[in-house]
């Protein structure tokens, strides 16, 4: 039998570890270990999104695990959506501890590109969140503090190949997202190519994407190449849900390729 990976599943805005429920128990029974965390205020966390007063705050959950870890062990960081930044500042931080990095359909900084560069290319080419509710708790003047995805945009846009199962499941735990503007964000988001460079790359394009087109995926693929590139074909925004043996299978190629 190989010898076991530790994953480690990070969720995208608005959801928690709970999104991982198909994939953490496909990995599971192939005899690896599964930690899905859910970031400050997701998912069962028990912050509240005005407590965050800026994005360090919502990925400490992960930066506390990394830390936690022992020195020798080395996990498979995977970040979906927008954990796609929690993971990269995970490998800024922890490059020794990291034998993988997995973006699955996730925004990618890199050295050469900036989050804030990242940021400005997704708000221009990612579709609008239709009905999604965005929270002005500064007042009505000042930017937007957190969004929460409604039921037109989950439905049609996020969730349109899943099961509608998952679908119900997802509006009953869905949390409100926090939002920071990128040029505050973009010191706590710092990758170099000495660290975040130095571990293994691969991403995953979930080719029936309706929230980052499949043409935003493969910008972020040219702007800062992985080592390796995966298509889920017919998988929307929730490869989890929509594809989870796929995404699954895509996991056990990484595993057994970067160790």
Not at 90 to 108: D, G, H, N
Not at 178 to 184: D, G, I, Q
Not at 216 to 240: A, C, F, T, Y
Request: charged share 20%.
């Amino acid at each position: 039998m190989e010898r076991q990976k530790h994953f480690v599943l990070v969720h995208g805005a608005c959801h928690g570890a709970w999104c991982w429920y198909k994939v953490a128990t496909l990995l599971k029974s192939a005899g690896h270990k599964v930690t899905a965390l859910d970031m400050a205020a997701s998912g069962l966390h028990p912050k509240r999104v005005e407590e965050l007063r800026d994005i360090s705050d919502y990925f400490e959950p992960l930066m506390e695990f990394m830390k936690s870890l022992p020195p020798e062990e080395r996990v498979i960081l995977v970040g979906h959506s927008m954990g796609g930044l929690c993971i990269s500042v995970a490998m800024e931080r922890f490059p020794e501890k990291i034998s993988c990095a997995v973006f699955a359909a996730a925004i990618m900084p890199g050295p050469d590109l900036s989050f804030t560069a990242a940021s400005e290319e997704y708000v221009r080419q990612m579709n609008s969140f239709m009905d999604s509710q965005y929270m002005f708790d500064n007042g009505p003047n000042n930017p937007p503090t957190s969004l929460l995805f409604g039921p037109d945009c989950m439905s049609l846009q996020m969730y349109q190949l899943s099961p509608t199962e998952d679908l119900t499941l997802a509006m009953l735990l869905l949390r409100p997202h926090p939002l920071f503007s990128p040029e505050a964000s973009q010191d706590k988001v710092w990758v170099t190519k000495e660290r975040f460079g130095s571990v293994p790359r691969v991403y995953i394009i979930c080719d029936q994407d309706n929230v980052v087109m499949e043409s935003l995926q493969r910008w972020n693929i040219e702007k800062n190449p992985p080592d390796d590139v995966k298509v889920v074909s017919g998988s929307d925004h929730m490869l989890m849900f929509s594809k989870p043996q796929e995404m699954s299978s895509c996991l056990l190629e990484v595993a057994k390729n970067y160790s």
